[in-house]
């Protein structure tokens, strides 16, 4: 079973208006750049898209927010994106916030087909506003629900032809968790390898949960809010 497709063109071309895609990265780190790019070139819209942030204004999401390609953004935090504060400030894109460890368990239930769960986060703040609250151990908890989605994007360092990745330092984030959540998830990697080139205990994400896989070019790996000593 081969599931390389040419190019990341051809794998946004499965993608209609109106899709709700997950994106892996943290940042502006382990951002599906190639898959981002094609999207934007394609003009797709109407997206959902659920991301831990939105990128920058001219880089990863943000593009695809100043081509007013994301009808709604499902995020943990604005970030450094104005041109998403702006959007978001003036009603002009739907946005849904959520803590960030709420943000991943809701992912992380998707993949494993939990139903909903119970967590003391956000309790007696907006975040809970027309959610169930029950009491354990005298303590309250709020009722949260899976966040996955009709596709996946996520970046990896190294895949083979059957799917199987293996992720590099922090660009794994939130990465190996969005894979498991959606009915297609497709892979950018920067290395394409044969099957069998990856010891099976370096593998993260197991080939069963990716649909298709692309191999990436023209990586720029931005650094979002460089800080270095005078």
């Known amino acids: 079973m081969n599931k390389v ?63 007013r390609q994301v009808r709604k953004m499902i995020s943990t935090y604005v970030g450094e994106n104005k041109e998403f504060e702006r959007q978001f400030l003036a009603k002009e894109l739907e946005v849904e916030l959520v803590p960030q460890g709420t943000f991943a368990e809701r992912i992380r239930a998707a993949g494993a087909g939990i139903g909903a769960f119970y967590t003391p986060t956000g309790h007696g ?45 922090t660009a794994r984030n939130f990465n190996p968790v969005m894979a498991t959540a959606a ?22 994400t197991p080939g069963i949960f990716v649909r298709h896989v692309v191999r990436g070019e023209r990586y720029e790996k931005r650094i979002e809010k460089r800080t270095v000593r005078s």
Request: aromatic share 6%; charged share 20%.
């Open 125 to 169: 703040t907006v975040v809970a506003e027309g959610k169930e609250v029950r009491m354990f151990d005298g303590k309250p908890f709020v009722l949260e629900h899976p966040l996955g989605a009709q596709f996946a994007f996520v970046h990896a360092w190294k895949g083979d032809r059957v799917g199987n990745l293996v992720y590099r330092r």
């Open 183 to 204: 009915a297609v998830t497709i892979a950018e990697v920067e290395a394409l390898v044969e099957p069998g080139s990856i010891d099976p205990d370096h593998v993260v």
């Open 5 to 67: 497709l040419a190019s990341a063109e051809a794998a946004v071309a499965l993608v209609p208006d109106g899709a709700t895609i997950l994106m892996g990265g943290f940042g502006l780190c382990g951002i599906p750049e190639n898959l981002i790019r094609a999207l934007h070139a394609r003009g797709t819209k109407n997206l959902t898209v659920i991301s831990n942030n939105a990128g920058v204004d001219d880089f990863g999401i943000g593009v695809l927010l100043k081509a």
